[in-house]
């Protein structure tokens, strides 16, 4: 059985860092000249991913290649290039190269990750999830999206398969696609109308003002997920998710919610809120106590009510049922499937089953 312990070190944690690069895309030249491809990892709506190898080095990376049939498909790669080139953090995916062929094809050389998604990861049979070992999880996330926060960066489409495990055995994760990441400035209006409807913000789906807190109400929704194997507002159709995302209706009534902590439902609480402005940020997300893994002192906190409670370590350690949260992970297993297939049609691919 695999438990996760905050107190040992992984194996990730002992390794060199990734170094920061100074990454420009390199035009009109064949990715192929200085690594070699080898096997495919996945393909998706927006191209296919190898691992490769840097010919130089022998370093072993990931090759995303994006499909430019459009001028704007170039303009979106390159914006992405960009937002890489800014986050450098251990908790998020680095970016190594850049490649523009001339043609219709970019290609981004990434960091290789190879623990899989946290959500794959946590549902086998042999990993023990307890409500400890999702708040070490939640607060890495968090972590990696104060940075982003730090850097003027809104990542607009946190979700659980945009959370990838290092390695196989180890406790650390990173935050990958930055294809819908933009550049935010307070003083500017912005409003977007992209994301996944389980865990898109109301302001999103209302086409209203975005902001940092944007990205707090999708940590929110993936922490309940993580906790309760259940999507608070998720409904029959698209339509109706969204909908339930506008009302910002969800309760903690569930059996699955018998066994967490008071903290933790106060941590999702305070993020699952209707006014962006209202949510905790990132840094206040850190210094929730919920948050606050490994402290030699019992956490106290005040909730909504002004009622103090204390933290409960029996439900720290009790074994989650993760019954539900396999069936959410197949379910979304399956809408991937379905989305990628669709991809390759309209790309035209010939495709036999």
């Known amino acids: 059985m695999i438990y996760i312990d905050e107190t040992e070190p992984d194996e990730d944690e002992v390794e060199t860092s990734f170094e920061a690069r100074n990454i420009s895309v390199k ?8 690594y070699s491809l080898l096997q495919e990892l996945g393909r998706g709506k927006f191209g296919t991913v190898y691992k490769c190898k840097e010919k130089v080095t022998g370093r072993v990376l990931a090759a995303k290649f994006i499909t430019t049939n459009r001028a704007d498909d170039r303009k979106d790669v390159e ?3 960009e937002i890489m080139r800014i986050l450098q953090h251990p908790r998020l995916l680095q970016l190594y190269d850049a490649y523009d062929d001339g043609k219709k094809q970019m290609c981004l050389v990434l960091e290789l990750i190879e623990g899989g998604e946290l959500f794959e990861r946590v549902i086998d049979d042999d990993f023990v999830l307890t409500e400890k070992a999702c708040s070490i999880f939640m607060r890495q996330i968090c972590e990696g999206v104060e940075y982003m926060h730090s850097q003027n960066i809104l990542h607009l489409d ?3 398969e945009n959370v990838l495990c290092v390695t196989k055995t180890g406790n650390r994760i990173k935050l990958i696609d930055f294809g819908f990441a933009r550049k935010y400035e307070p003083n500017k209006k912005m409003q977007v109308l992209f994301g996944t409807p389980e865990f898109v913000a109301p302001e999103v789906v209302n ?7 944007t990205d707090m109400w999708s940590v929110g929704v993936i922490c309940y997920v993580l906790l309760s194997g259940l999507s608070p507002f998720m409904g029959d159709s698209d339509l109706e998710t969204m909908a339930n995302v506008t ?5 903690f009534e569930d059996e699955s919610f018998e066994q967490i902590s008071d903290e933790a439902k106060n941590f999702i609480s305070k993020l699952l809120l209707k006014e962006r402005t209202d949510r905790m940020t990132a840094s206040d997300c850190l210094k929730h106590p919920w948050l606050r893994v490994g402290s030699m002192t019992p956490s106290i906190y005040t909730n909504m009510n002004k009622r103090p409670f204390q933290k409960d370590k029996k439900k720290d350690e009790t074994h989650l049922d993760k019954t539900k ?5 197949i379910r979304r297993r399956w809408q991937k499937a379905v989305n990628a297939f669709l991809a390759l049609k309209r790309m035209g691919a010939v495709i036999s089953l």
């Open 27 to 34: 035009q009109n030249k064949d990715v192929k000249e200085e």
């Open 207 to 213: 086409f209203e003002r975005i902001s940092y807190g």
């Open 247 to 251: 009302k910002a209706d969800y309760d």
């Open 325 to 329: 949260l396999k069936r959410f992970v």
């Open 79 to 81: 914006r992405e290039v």
């Open 158 to 160: 946190m979700k659980p």
